[in-house]
C-alpha cells in the first residue's frame, strides 16, 4: 500500500490550510481514507485531483504556473519516500530500508529512465540490485553465476526501450509494490529487524510472474537455491564481523549482577544490562523494543 499523507502533509503541498482540504473530502472532489477523526491520502489520489484541476495550454499561465508547482512539490515529496528521506512528522514503508536497499531503488529508478521507461518494474529493481556492489544480494547472484550483461541482454530481449525519454520520478508497478511487500515478509521469516537486498531477492524469485523472476529463472536461478546461498553468505559475513570483534574484557562482569541476565550481543557475544542500546564491547546496535515486528531502521 501507498504511503498515506496526513491533512497537513497535503495542504502545505497545496498551499491551502488543512480546513480546506478536509472540506474537499466532504465534497467528495478528493479521495481519502478516514482514520479515527482524521483522514489519510495516497499520493496516487492526489495526484488524480491535481491532473483533474488542470487547466488548458491557452489560457492564462498563473493557474497553470500553481498546479505545476504543485504537482512539482508532489513528485519531490514522493522522491523523498522512494529515497526514504521522509518529512518530519510522517513514515514510510521504506523506513526499515537498509542504505544498501534503498540505493538499489535509486539505481531502479535510473535503469527505468535508461529504458524509457514512466514506470519501476520487477526488471529494474533486479538491475538496481545487480548494481549495488557489495550487497548480499549482488554477492548471491555473484555465487549463483548471474552476470550483469546477461540480465540486461534478457531484460532488454523481454520488455525492450520506451519510444520517449522520461525525466523526473517514476512510479512503482503493482508487481514491483507487491515485491516490496514480500520482501517486508522475508525479513520476517528471517526474524531480521531491516529489510536487505537480500529480502527483496527473495521477493523478486517470489513474485513469479514478474518480469525479473522470468529472466532469474532462464539463468537457472530459483528461490530454494537462492535462499540456501543467502543464509551461507549471512553466516559467513556474522562469521567474519565475529572474529574481527574485540575479546570480552575481565571488566565486562562487573556491568550485570548474577541476578541479571542482561542481552548478549550477537557479534561478539558479550553481554550488556537491558538498558543498553549498544554492546559496550563492539559497539552493535541491540533491536529496539519498537522494532519487535521484525523490522529494523
Not at 69 to 98: E, H, I, N, W, Y
Not at 120 to 144: C, F, K
Not at 185 to 198: K, L, N, P, Q, V
Request: a negative charge; one cysteine or more.
Amino acid at each position: 500500500m501507498e504511503h498515506l499523507m496526513t491533512s497537513e502533509e497535503v495542504a502545505e503541498i497545496m498551499h491551502v490550510d488543512p480546513v480546506t482540504i478536509r472540506r474537499l473530502v466532504n465534497k467528495g472532489e478528493l479521495s481519502a481514507y478516514r482514520i479515527g477523526a482524521d483522514y489519510r491520502f495516497a499520493p496516487s489520489d492526489l495526484q488524480s485531483y491535481l491532473q483533474r484541476q488542470r487547466v488548458s495550454a491557452h489560457a492564462e499561465s498563473g493557474p497553470e504556473a500553481v498546479l505545476g508547482a504543485q504537482l512539482g512539490q508532489l513528485s519531490q515529496f514522493l522522491g523523498k519516500v522512494l529515497q526514504g528521506k521522509q518529512p518530519p512528522g510522517s513514515r514510510d514503508r521504506f523506513d526499515r530500508f537498509t542504505k544498501r536497499a534503498r540505493n538499489v531503488l535509486n539505481f531502479a529508478q535510473e535503469e527505468a529512465q535508461s529504458f524509457q521507461h514512466n514506470y519501476i518494474g520487477t526488471e529494474h529493481l533486479l538491475l538496481g540490485l545487480i548494481r549495488e556492489n557489495g550487497s548480499v544480494a549482488a554477492q548471491v547472484l555473484n555465487n549463483l553465476g548471474v552476470e550483469a550483461n546477461r540480465v540486461r541482454q534478457a531484460v532488454e530481449a523481454i520488455i525492450g526501450h520506451g519510444d520517449h525519454p522520461v525525466s523526473g520520478m517514476v512510479g512503482l508497478t503493482p508487481r514491483a509494490k507487491r515485491v516490496i511487500e514480500l520482501a517486508v515478509d522475508e525479513a520476517r521469516r528471517f526474524d531480521h529487524h531491516y529489510i536487505g537486498t537480500e529480502h527483496l531477492l527473495l521477493g523478486l524469485l517470489r513474485e513469479k510472474e514478474g518480469v525479473a523472476a522470468r529472466v532469474l529463472d532462464s539463468l537457472g536461478v530459483n528461490f530454494e537455491e537462492t535462499h540456501q546461498a543467502i543464509i551461507q553468505v549471512l553466516n559467513q559475513r556474522q562469521q567474519d564481523e565475529a572474529s574481527s570483534s574485540p575479546p570480552v574484557p575481565e571488566e565486562a562482569s562487573r556491568l550485570l549482577t548474577e541476578e541479571e541476565q542482561g542481552q548478549s550481543c550477537s557479534r561478539c557475544g558479550a553481554r550488556s544490562p537491558n538498558y543498553f542500546r549498544h554492546c559496550f564491547n563492539c559497539g552493535n546496535p541491540f533491536p529496539r523494543e519498537e522494532a519487535s515486528h521484525g523490522e529494523e531502521a
